[in-house]
């Protein structure tokens, strides 16, 4: 198993571009997250799905759109870049109850934006 | 007040010596803990979880105390390998989903 993978691993980006970030889990989990870490500022959640074809917003969702379209993807879209947007970026899956808490990331996306 | 908070650190010790890092948490609700680890430029990815009546794996003990808003992680016999940046984090049980809180971590170098 893959486990939960992500592309592109690197991308620099103008402002005002756009991009999809694609994160793919093969472990048939429910919920899929993703997440932005900044230095000094942890891992904060943008958007996540608790199944197919549902999305909602997380902490700082402004900037970002996403898409869970098949229960083993889930897509992080960039319409206009901005500096803002200079961040690590990291998909999670877990399943649903308390045994599923532990949520599995996958090794992350470095975006510059200039 | 942020909702977790950790010691940034780094803590420096001598491999062999016993290290101990704390967390507290804002929201008294908060259902579940745990510790991960995130070495650098790598993904996050469980250490343990953090049980009522504290709980051992190994060379790793995490402790929790409600009545006081904080959780601990104790490494004895540090090794080399155990350098990274050690997450705290909270499932605070709102809004569903199993969202997870984290801290912004405490970083641990080991050296000879």
């Known amino acids: 198993n893959a486990g939960v993978t992500q592309t592109p691993k690197f991308r620099v980006l103008k402002t005002g571009q756009s991009m999809t970030l694609l994160c793919a889990q093969d472990m048939n989990h429910e919920y899929m997250y993703w997440y932005r870490q900044d230095p000094g500022m942890g891992l904060r959640l943008i958007h996540y799905?608790?199944?197919?074809?549902?999305?909602a917003k997380g902490e700082v969702p402004d900037g970002y759109n996403v898409s869970r379209l098949k229960k083993q993807n889930f897509l992080l879209g960039l319409e206009s870049a901005a500096p803002s947007q200079t961040s690590v970026y990291f998909c999670?899956?877990?399943?649903?109850?308390?045994?599923?808490?532990?949520?599995?990331f996958g090794p992350g996306t470095r975006l510059l934006v200039l | 007040r942020k909702e977790v908070e950790q010691d940034p650190g780094p803590f420096n010790v001598p491999e062999g010596a016993t290290v101990a890092f704390n967390c507290t948490y804002s929201n008294s609700a908060s259902q579940s803990f745990f510790w991960y680890r995130q070495d650098c430029r790598k993904e996050p990815k469980l250490l343990m979880s953090?049980?009522?009546s504290g709980n051992e794996d190994g060379r790793f003990t995490a402790q929790l105390n409600r009545a006081s808003q904080y959780i601990s992680l104790l490494i004895r016999d540090s090794k080399l390998s155990d350098s990274a940046t050690y997450l705290c984090?909270?499932?605070?049980?709102?809004?569903?989903?199993?969202?997870?809180?984290f801290g912004t971590g405490t970083q641990l170098k080991v050296e000879l």
């Open positions: 984090v909270v499932n605070q049980g709102t809004g569903g989903g199993n969202k997870l809180t």
């Open positions: 999670a899956s877990s399943s649903p109850g308390r045994m599923g808490e532990t949520q599995y």
């Open positions: 953090v049980y009522s």
């Open positions: 799905s608790v199944g197919e074809g549902t999305t």
